[in-house]
């Protein structure tokens, strides 16, 4: 039983689902997020995400981890919102 559990969560794991878990708040994971973000497209959600990663990056250097993060979260969350109005053509 142990090991039909433990390949099945091996499986869901490896496959490609829809969810996205949002990456933990770190210096690092911060840094992935802002390289991350030079690859969006241009548009609002690019905009908002650099205002959240900005507000992060202030927050980070007051020593305040908990507005860091909360901006943190935020940012990802726009960054995985989908645009509104799709493509501009």
Do not use: I
Request: charged residues 15%; contains cysteine; positive net charge.
């Amino acid at each position: 039983m142990s090991k039909f559990l433990a390949s099945a969560s091996l499986l869901l794991l490896l496959s490609g689902t829809s969810y996205a878990a949002p990456m933990k708040c770190s210096s690092e994971n911060m840094a992935k997020t802002t390289a991350m973000m030079q690859t969006m497209q241009d548009g609002p959600n690019k905009m908002a995400m650099g205002k959240h990663m900005g507000m992060a990056n202030s927050e980070m250097s007051k020593g305040n981890m908990r507005g860091a993060c909360k901006h943190y979260m935020s940012a990802q969350q726009v960054g995985m919102a989908k645009p509104a109005g799709g493509s501009a053509m």
